[in-house]
């Protein structure tokens, strides 16, 4: 009963898919872009949870487009976000790399704010900047939350064009009741800016028509390159506290406001896909819906649902991490339910490979091309994910097992457990992480342990910059 | 936030669309059947959860044929089982009224047993006998559990064939420890007698061929009745513990030995749905699948999972009583989402309406006809649900609000508690059950206390089968 499906792999074999040996990977890419190479848009919701999704169980949310997307694309029940929290999360997605490795993650401030002045560094390359090495036009529509300040922000790291709110939309919040701010939010209680490229357009961002906004701009860039390969990062501030919508969508849910917010977003993602379609770009275009990390489960109902997953935003049980993950490509990506283990780090290898874009050969890459599942040909390469809570691992998955080393609430210190006896799940069979079996299985804990600690030799100093 | 969508109703309203009444709905009725009237096909799983399949949210169990089913039909997301066991839940959808109503609920027995001597009563009505007065052929193949003994049997209650363990599969089990028996199962531990009719053909019935062998009979049935109207009711033994699955389905699915045994039973609605389209009969045929009641949380990795409802099988919190419920009639019945409150004891009289059979005028029915959302063509008459744990009204739900005035643990009795402040939820905006909202909203308590006091005015004294 509790034997995987696959017979876990080698050590070797985990060893040699790191992003160690990626120069193997690069030495096999094209250098010359094709015409053909497919454009591509990830639309990354902000805190919205595995079951906020109708076809992943919620039973009140509406979300029509998404539910077809996902019959007539791929739904993938095991794809990973880089991290619980936003920053790291993000840098994970767009360089391809473990928070880690960039500094983009730290213990005493787990997301960049208005007052840091550290982001993703220059050293870093970005999906946008790889892609625009091969002719692509790139624009990132939405929150950014990679730095603010001259060099970090969307244009210094490959966008063409940026549009949104570059952190967190509960930021800087005026001085009163944080309790009353966000449970019951106006526009003035956040003054948060709106940014058009460098510059400051409206302050504070009238966030009710802010998913409205960010999918006007999404369709618009879409429209005005249809005739060049191109990426489209709409990166969506919601389901994120404090919660908007548009007035069209005020009521609208049976599920109350959050129920509002994701079914503007699920409008959000239909209109994109019309656009794709009124402009002859649906069967050339990949088009990934994802979160950035699990619910927010402080805000309870202003918060989203894990669905049958435990814990939320913030910790590394599944919850936290696992998100609604459907890719769209009809015609090219094969329609099927996916339980192979993906994540957002998968993203940078994956566009690169099929775009010919190269990737550096001096760096560490963390994520894989899993672009063998997307068409139908093959399965994933990615065998193990590793769960970080900011700096440090605190669980490991191979397979369909996962270890825990280290537990910790979701927010606040106060119950980081360092395990003297790791839990351990299958996740194939009890997602819901409930029944350990470390006990019965001592030789699958100490495999995920040698993991863990390979993994950490992997990582060299960096400098910090969640707490510059 | 917290306003329902819909205003909540009247007594008034309320009251009129109780069963008490109807006789009204009764004479509206033509006499005569119609060569045109539906087929009815009702799949019935036992003990599997809310989110046991695919398209309900489970991320390893695979059910292609339900997620498809699912698409070109309805998806319930408010569908309740009549009762959070077995007997009553049974005997609530083949008669259409509360098991209270027919003695077939108990607090010291709470389902029948191999040595009970009631059943269902010759004084009630069932779905096989009201069709069979409009020329329907009617089977039930599968799990009875309404009374094995002469006058209880499927073919004392309107069906032509019986094919199928009479109770649970659990049951007649020989002398040996039960931990053992449930969690590493052989057929010979359980000595369940294999019907066809009234006569025993096989004991110990041969479980681990048992969902193929009723999956054969039902498409021997459809085969051969395909020239008259016919009622099929599949009532599946499995996912109920002991676990059984023929031998293509073993270690098949990720999800270990409940995920093979349901995935067994996906491809039985396959096979059940392929039969129609072969036979020409899937543009007029209705095919309800469904479950008797919530996973059984005590069999751990050997019971399902209500996602990210709470509770199980046996108790009165949502998962105990919610059900994936999954309509299909190409052509026929609107393909979309219904979020509206649906029952199993709603089946009776929509298929009754739908095939112009009467209904006797001295009866109470809780059951509504909802064949207007079936069609698209209006919503749900049923706004209220009433949550029995056997004989007395725990719960009482009423559009989107929950008011929970007992609570007890799914099993044992030790935990029973008659709660001074009753606990109030609303579904629509936290269908886990977490928050409760009574103290804001005590109209609403004391509006879903008269429901209550109203509803229990309505019951009668009747025999109880199942302390006989």
Chains 1, 2 share one sequence.
């Not at 497919?38 to 639309?43: A, L, T």
């Not at 949104?164 to 939010?185: H, R």
């Not at 069967?283 to 619910?295: A, K, L, Q």
């Not at 009809?330 to 874009?357: E, H, R, S, W, Y």
């Amino acid at each position: 009963m509790i034997e995987p499906k696959k017979s876990y792999i080698s050590n070797t074999k985990y060893f040699a898919l790191t992003g160690l040996l990626s120069m193997s990977f690069v030495a096999k890419q094209k250098v010359v872009a094709s015409e053909k190479t497919p454009n591509f848009i990830v639309i990354f919701a902000d805190d919205m949870g595995y079951g906020d999704v109708g076809i992943y169980g919620h039973p009140t949310i509406k979300t029509p487009n998404l539910d077809r997307m996902a019959v007539e694309g791929q739904k993938w029940t095991s794809f990973y976000s880089a991290a619980p929290v936003s920053t790291p999360s993000r840098a994970g997605l767009l360089t391809g790399r473990l928070p880690i490795r960039s500094g983009m993650c730290s213990e005493k401030r787990r997301v960049l704010f208005p007052n840091s002045k550290g982001g993703l560094p220059q050293t870093e390359l970005t999906i946008a900047s790889a892609l625009k090495t091969v002719g692509y036009a790139t624009a990132c529509v939405g929150k950014w939350h990679l730095g603010h300040l001259p060099g970090h922000r969307p244009n210094d790291h490959g966008f063409d064009y940026y549009y949104g709110i570059p952190y967190s939309n509960d930021m800087d919040k005026i001085d009163m009741d944080y309790q009353e701010a966000l449970f019951n939010p106006k526009i003035e209680y956040f003054n948060v800016p709106l940014m058009r490229n460098t510059e400051i357009i409206e302050r504070p961002a009238k966030q009710n028509t802010i998913s409205q906004r960010y999918t006007e701009e999404a369709v618009k860039f879409i429209t005005e390159n249809k005739e060049k390969p191109f990426f489209l990062y709409l990166a969506h501030s919601m389901p994120h506290v404090p919660l908007f919508r548009s007035q069209e969508f005020e009521n609208r849910s049976l599920a109350g406001i959050y129920g509002d917010v994701i079914e503007e977003l699920d409008w959000s993602v239909g209109q994109v896909l019309d656009a794709l379609k009124n402009n002859g770009l649906d069967d050339n275009t990949i088009v990934i819906f994802t979160s950035d990390n699990g619910p927010w489960l402080t805000f309870k109902q202003h918060g989203g649902s894990a669905g049958l997953l435990k814990g939320g935003k913030g910790g590394t049980w599944e919850g936290g991490m696992r998100e609604p993950a459907i890719f769209w490509c009809p015609g090219k990506i094969k329609p099927m339910v996916v339980t192979d283990i993906g994540a957002t780090l998968d993203l940078l290898p994956t566009f690169c490979k099929l775009a010919n874009a190269n990737l550096p050969s001096n760096k560490v890459y963390d994520g894989y091309d899993i672009s063998p599942v997307l068409f139908g040909t093959g399965t994933s390469p990615r065998n193990v994910m590793l769960f970080y809570r900011d700096t440090e691992v605190f669980a490991v998955r191979k397979g369909g097992f996962k270890v825990h080393f280290v537990t910790q609430s979701e927010y606040g210190n106060e119950s980081k457990k360092i395990l003297e006896q790791p839990l351990l799940f299958n996740l194939n069979h009890d997602p819901a992480e409930k029944y350990d079996i470390a006990e019965k299985h001592p030789e699958i804990v100490a495999e995920l342990k040698q993991i863990l600690t390979y993994h950490n030799g992997t990582i060299t100093s960096v400098e910090n910059q969640l707490e510059k």
